[in-house]
């Protein structure tokens, strides 16, 4: 039962268009959400987070959209550059437990 | 500071055959974390620490082991290695009390064959 879902294995836009990048989750008990982006050969480093008690966090180009009711975050890029073509992971944690869960990421495009 | 580092980069094993990874950090962090990283597949965790001398299964615990004797290291091992090991590992650190940000170190890419 995969608790965090990316449904998008990949996605494709143009250079200084906006990118969306979906995360569903299922278990309720989640309290912050994370975005990290990971380039080939290397770790993922932290992108951008968010408080459940939250529905926005912007932090230049990039924002993340929390609707708790849906069980739903997205990320936007605005506007999209070839360097941020990556494969980004959305991460779901219960601060408590000590530990995230996270997608199985989402491998982003920017072509030129 | 280095952050988090990972020892060997890269390193080919035969079945049977076992290891250790080691992790440190040089943050402070109270939390520590195994991770494996499959083609197309997600980070999924192994073990984590949360403090010195403490070890907890995550979601893929079965054939590895881990150790924590200091708040700096996490070491994980393979006793015997089999072919559905062959991965890419990357140890992360987080404290405790913050938001949950991971900081990551480059992984260690391990072949069994």
């Known amino acids: 039962d995969q608790q965090v879902k990316q449904n998008s294995p990949s996605l494709s836009v143009q250079e200084g268009r906006i990118s969306i990048l979906n995360c569903d989750y299922t278990?309720?008990?989640?309290?912050?959400f994370l975005w990290y982006k990971k380039y080939p050969a290397e770790g993922p480093t932290f992108l951008i987070s968010?408080?459940?008690?939250?529905d926005k966090n912007e932090d230049g180009r990039f924002t993340v959209f929390l609707n708790k009711s849906a069980k739903h975050l997205s990320l936007h890029i605005v506007p999209s550059q070839p360097g941020d073509s990556a494969v980004y992971f959305c991460a779901a944690t219960a601060l408590q437990a000590g530990k995230s869960t996270f997608g199985d990421g989402t491998t982003l495009t920017v072509k030129p | 500071n280095a952050g988090v580092t990972q020892t060997p980069k890269f390193r080919v094993l035969k079945t049977g055959q076992s290891m250790t990874l080691l992790c440190a950090q040089d943050?402070?962090?109270?939390?520590m974390y195994w991770y494996r990283q499959d083609p197309g597949m997600g980070l999924r965790l192994i073990h984590y620490?949360?403090?010195?001398?403490?070890?907890a299964k995550g979601e893929v615990p079965d054939g590895y082991n881990v150790s924590r004797l200091k708040k700096q290291n996490f070491l994980l091992g393979l006793e015997s290695a089999a072919p559905s090991q062959t991965s890419v590992y990357f140890c992360a650190s987080n404290d405790r009390g913050g938001p949950g940000t991971q900081y990551f170190g480059p992984g260690t890419r391990l072949l069994v064959l």
């Open positions: 968010i408080s459940s008690i939250k």
């Open positions: 278990n309720s008990m989640f309290d912050y």
């Open positions: 943050m402070n962090h109270e939390y």
């Open positions: 620490s949360v403090g010195e001398g403490t070890t």
